[in-house]
């Protein structure tokens, strides 16, 4: 291997002036929300140990740096070995610069760090030639543009749903950061090491020289090392470390960092006491320790954790660990799969609720039974259902930054509360909200909400169709990787001119035709194939579809015993309509707010504990 270059770059410099390419056999662009939030996380809060509200521009030349890694290069194509993850989600944060600065000149400077043109024609400056969907869909969200990605590759998926996750974090963050000073630190103050390697052949060795070579302890292994070196019988120490090792191999196999993941939030759960508050120069609490080195914080809290003999150690990992490891690999289950009973659980996962694990981990006592833990499991999950989407209804974020401190807080709440208190104090959590369910007269679509509005209209769906005697049908709704997936339709078609009676003002008639009693699910062809008729002549095609598009027509309230009694039950204004107007809009938005008041009542909680 040839003499290698490793030379220290800031972001502007890595990508002014030049051209990266990935080949197409290496991996997909792979990282998920929890990697969004973590990197968002870390650069803004690296970014306010400096930043004072009301600093010049020019003092952020004094502000410090932030190293995030080294990326491996090839030099003669200049191919992106190891760093794509990290470089192409710096480029989705820089067109959301330049899509929220206001000032002209700044936004061409970070232009030029997402493409160029030679020649006359625009390329990114990380290009695939061999996958052109790549400029489709950052081209699209550089123009802010809708684009289907269901059908696309993994990393185009990824691509689009990962800028609109990133947006909504960091719109959340407006009033906290300067955006324009952000711009400035992050483009010169954020590093890396360039290493490049002049053949490819190199380039591959090198990447695994730093990646496998030593064979270096895991935080896991490390905890578990320190927690079997306390326990003094050997017979039980054997068996604790069958156990360690056996219940592991489990939690590996449902995904990488699965262990770790468990263990922070096991640890968070049952034993976190501070977390950093937030504000400029606050010092990292126990959450955030955790997070970085649970192995270490352990040992240092070991005395406050109660571990000081022998048999507290066989006890933690012998009853404790077995408890809750047993109990996560359950929470994962019921996350990925809809079980009965559990339900709740899987509607927070497709919501992108990864706090849940924590929250409902703190809930549990360590010696209480399977009957009490799987109440709690389900009430601890209910509570987050209604409290996150109150907050969706009234267009306040929920993402993890935005919720973490306040879980928190909950999170020592409820631990270890028996079944009766903790009822009692998700209820008034809820109840004392700021924010209720009384506002959904004016919950729309919009570039905010349709990430969570194909949920919210599957579950009001699926919520109608099983009280009218109908089986659950939810994961379809849901389900974007099959063949035909469910869309949102508009009963009102785009179509100004139809409507101009009623709405004179195109922009009135636009933000009526998204409220949310304007919207149905339906399979993607039939949705598409409705596009802009007028309402009558979807009426037919509605009727063969779910209750909720069937409900529209007088012919469900012929011969549908069931739903008829549903509604009746109910006091519930469903009615056919032979036009949709602006009256039967509302009409029909105020029957979903009675729907979702029903849906998301407080009172679900209380079904928890008597299922």
Known sequence: MQKIDGTPKTIRELFTGAKYTIHYYQREYQWQNKQIEELIDDLTEEF??????????????????????????????????????????????????????????????????????????????IDVPEMPERS???????KKEYMDVSKHPETIRNIYNRYYEMEAILDNMADQISLPIFKDWLIDNVDFIRIVAHTEQDAHKIFVSMND????????????????????????????????????????????????????????????????????????????????????????????????????????VLKQFDKFSRIYLDLKQYASKLTPGFEYMFYNADRNFTLQFQLILAAIEPGETKETSDKKIKLVSCFLDLYFSRRIFNYKTVDYSASVYTLFLITKKIRRKPLENLLTILRDEINGMEFQLETIDDFRLNGWTVRYMLHTLARVTDFVGIRSGLPSNFTIYINRQIRNPYDIEHIICDHHELFVEEYPEREVFEKHRNKFGGLLILPMDKNRSLNDLP????????????????????????????????????????????????????????????LAKYIWSVDRLNEQINS
């Open 48 to 125: 306010k140990e400096f930043y004072t509200e009301g600093d010049e521009r020019r003092k952020v030349l004094s502000y410090g740096h932030y190293f995030m890694g080294s990326i491996i290069l090839t030099a003669n194509e200049n191919a992106i070995i190891d760093g794509q993850q990290r470089l192409t989600s710096l480029t989705l944060l820089l067109i959301y610069l330049f899509h929220h600065l206001e000032d002209e000149e700044e936004r061409a400077e970070v232009l030029n760090l997402i493409y160029s043109k030679r020649a006359g024609t625009k390329t990114f400056n």
């Open 136 to 142: 489709a869909v950052m081209n699209a969200l550089l």
């Open 213 to 316: 070579r030593g064979l270096s302890l895991t935080p896991t292994e490390m905890l578990k090392g320190f927690l079997l070196s306390k326990i003094e019988n050997d017979n039980i120490r054997q068996q604790a470390n069958e156990l360690w090792k056996e219940r592991i191999l489990e939690l590996k196999a449902l995904g990488k960092e699965e262990e770790s993941d468990f263990i922070k939030n096991w640890l968070r759960a049952q034993f976190a006491e501070t977390i950093r508050e937030r504000k400029k120069n606050a010092t990292q609490g126990d959450f955030e320790n955790i997070g970085t080195a649970f192995h270490k914080w352990v040992r240092e809290q070991s005395g406050d954790m109660k571990l000081n003999q022998s048999i507290d150690y066989e006890d933690f």
């Open 535 to 594: 309402y009558e002549k979807k009426l037919p095609i509605y009727y063969g579809e779910n209750i909720l598009a069937k409900s529209l027509a007088p012919e469900c309230y012929r011969n549908n015993p069931q739903f008829l009694k549903f509604i009746e039950q109910q006091q519930l204004n469903f009615k056919p309509y032979e036009q949709f107007n602006k009256a039967a809009l509302l009409e029909r938005q105020e029957l979903f707010e009675e």
